[in-house]
């Protein structure tokens, strides 16, 4: 059995395979990191409360019964049943399936904005968390020896469009950090956040109550709010809006949503919106040795008829699950069955003790939001959950130290990058970053 992608979907869709085969398959998983990176605390990892191991969970250590092929896949063999890969260094390679599962995930979505491409950087990924940790530190330092007003004014300005899950999360853990470090350097402004969504409010796709909550936290912080507002256009020194204001900026934070991975498309497979199409028991039609589970595939919702469940991480984490049963099933291990879910509800992290969640549709918020909030992530995480814990309390006690890693470069978190952890090599522009 192979899964291709180690994502939520293809780490748990290979843990339960190991556990209803009991040694009795083999199983292999291709993915192009020996890890699985655990993407809701993310926004820790840019602002210094997490270190990135913390979130990056081995996929060897926690399933030692799977072989772990490092590669990208990027074709399929349906007629001699075989998936052909590239490893890091440029290899190609191919391993034989009895049963695939595709899991690839997804990746930024990049709209046709002119100069987004250019300009902006995900958040998708460690690499772009930590770049963002050092470009957040690195233009407040410039900003102290800066001469123009002006150019000291644009340097503390942060700019993230999107106003979902991930962009409400970085821009509420943001501003913190950015105060944070202007007070202990000594800055002489105060660092601007703006939050832009096309929407009418703030997670538009989650409770209202949630939204009320989030919105409430942004402002009281000093966070600008701009609702039924997006980008224009990006420059290397401002972006100007849809409504026609400029906003001088060397920060661009692009938190639009995702798309499922390109490779989909590759692969010969019937798309719908860019994912695969699958039936109620995540199986291809048409390809009874493949299945396609999480953003890749637009697996039919039961509570929608006539939609597929949304990209997050609790369907892939779901979908992974159902279709390790459904392949034991046809070894003779249970039965088949189609996907059903229901809704746990959602949490959302805003730093320091405010969190807004619905879990099983209880509203709350403020301390026992982050109770709820944090106790949920340490219960989806697979492993590392002491050692987050630890950074969790050293950070409540202990001062944050804000510097420069100088790991990773602008040109290597590009936004329209199909694998984020296999950055693209791009020359090294000249302009300041």
Request: with cysteine.
């Amino acid at each position: 059995m192979v899964i291709v992608g180690g994502g939520f979907a293809g780490f748990h869709a290979a843990h339960k395979l190991t556990r209803l085969a009991r040694g009795r398959a083999d199983i292999t998983l291709i993915n192009p990191t020996d890890y699985l990176l655990y993407v809701p605390l993310l926004p820790e990892v840019a602002v210094g409360v997490l270190e990135p191991p913390q979130i990056a969970v081995s996929l060897t250590s926690s399933l030692p019964r799977v072989r772990l092929v490092l590669g990208e896949a990027h074709s399929l063999d349906l007629e001699q049943n075989r998936v052909h890969f590239k490893n890091p260094e440029g290899r190609d390679g191919h391993v034989p399936y009895d049963r695939l599962v595709i899991a690839l995930g997804s990746v930024n979505k990049l709209l046709p904005i002119p100069g987004v491409a250019d300009h902006a950087h995900g958040f998708r990924g460690i690499p772009e968390a930590l770049f963002l940790h050092d470009h957040m530190v690195r233009q407040i330092e410039l900003a102290l020896t800066e001469p123009d007003p002006g150019e000291c004014a644009a340097r503390c300005t942060f700019v993230v469009v999107g106003a979902g899950y991930t962009g409400t999360e970085v821009a509420a853990h943001g501003v913190q950090f950015t105060d944070m470090v202007a007070k202990q350097k000594k800055a002489p402004i105060k660092p601007k956040w703006v939050l832009l969504d096309l929407a009418k409010r703030v997670l538009p796709e989650l409770d209202e109550r949630m939204s009320k909550d989030a919105d409430r936290v942004l402002r009281e912080r000093g966070v600008e709010v701009l609702m039924g507002t997006s980008v224009e256009e990006a420059m290397y020194d401002g972006v100007r809006l849809t409504d026609g204001r400029y906003i001088p900026t060397r920060t661009l934070v692009w938190c639009v949503g995702v798309r499922p991975d390109p490779v989909v498309e590759d692969l010969g497979l019937p798309t719908n919106h860019g994912r695969i199409v699958v039936d109620e028991y995540l199986n291809v039609p048409g390809h009874p040795r493949v299945y396609a589970i999480g953003d890749a595939a637009a697996v039919p919702d039961p509570e929608n008829p006539g939609r597929a469940t949304p990209m997050t991480a609790q369907h892939a984490v779901r979908h992974g699950k159902q279709v390790a049963k459904n392949i034991a099933a046809e070894y003779g291990t249970g039965r088949r069955k189609p996907y059903r879910h229901r809704d746990l509800g959602f949490v959302v992290d805003l730093g320091g003790l405010d969190a807004t969640a619905n879990p099983l549709g209880v509203h709350l918020s403020g301390l026992p939001g982050m109770a709820a909030t944090r106790g949920y992530h340490l219960l989806s995480l697979p492993r590392n959950r002491i050692r987050v814990v630890g950074d969790w309390l050293l950070h409540a006690f202990l001062p944050r130290h804000a510097v420069q890693l100088g790991l990773i470069r602008a040109p290597e978190v590009p936004l329209d990058n199909a694998a984020p952890e296999l950055p693209v090599r791009r020359p090294v522009p000249s302009r300041s970053q």
